[in-house]
């Protein structure tokens, strides 16, 4: 029984063994997928990698797994970018949320933030087709997932309040146009001149409407909400 034991202690060595070379093999062909731009292959590659080595004692292994975690997400954005290019929005924007969402999984806070820029700008461009074309329900629909992913993108911010005006959302587009006006002044300068002259014209366009129906108690109830949250626009 101890002989027996013994050799399927040396067995299960050797299987150990076999599956940390193929771990590490993995790792070594999703690293040149990498470099050699494969990003598809990659991806694949140090999934394997992450699924098949986390649980290892392998000091060599848990590098291979920690790695492979760190550029997974980069694989992700890369072939997101390259459908981005191609104009195929739908599967960049799968491929570049997937980018954000295992960046997260895996703590990495950076490479998130940065595929969800990226991400929010695949949305303004697919949304910026349908704004120009003054299709603004399509448009608002769009720059809502690009402005969550990223609420810095001013410009998209700015077109989302006017398809919310258009639409006649006065309230949603006042609210995305105050949040635009509240941000850093150095930097979003053009943004809040351009929010701060929309609030005015959507406004005198809302009383405009108002009095064509003749509520004039919905006017007056909009200059008593103005008074106390906007006094420049009451």
């Given amino acids: 029984m101890k002989k027996l034991f013994v050799t399927m202690f040396a ?4 299987i150990a063994a076999s599956a940390q070379s193929e771990v590490i093999a993995k790792f070594n062909e999703g690293a040149k997928a990498v470099q050699e731009k494969n990003y598809t292959s990659a ?3 140090f999934e394997t990698v992450i699924d ?12 291979c797994v920690a790695t492979a975690k760190k550029y997974l997400p980069v694989c992700y954005q890369g072939v997101g970018l390259s459908a981005a290019s191609q104009k195929n929005y739908t599967k960049a924007i799968e491929y ?3 980018a954000a969402e295992t960046a997260e999984l895996y703590g990495n806070t950076t490479a998130k933030t940065k595929a ?3 991400l929010a700008k695949v949305y303004q461009v697919q949304g910026g087709e349908a704004f120009n074309a003054k299709d603004y329900a399509t448009a608002a629909s769009v720059f809502e997932k690009g402005y969550a992913a990223n609420p810095r993108n001013a410009e998209m911010a700015l077109n989302l309040a006017t398809s919310y005006c258009e639409l006649g959302k006065y309230d949603e587009g006042m609210a995305i146009y105050d949040k635009i006006c509240k941000m850093p002044a150095e930097k979003y300068a053009d943004a809040i001149a351009k929010a701060t002259a929309n609030k005015t014209l959507y406004t005198n366009n809302k009383v405009a409407s108002l009095q064509q129906a003749g509520d004039f108690d919905g006017v007056i109830a909009m200059a008593d909400k103005l008074a106390a949250s906007a006094p420049a626009l009451a």
């Fill in 52 to 63: 098949k080595g986390m649980d290892s004692e392998d000091n060599t292994v848990l590098n």
């Fill in 43 to 45: 991806i694949t590659l």
């Fill in 116 to 118: 969800n820029t990226i």
């Fill in 11 to 14: 067995l299960l060595a050797v």
């Fill in 96 to 98: 570049l949320t997937k």
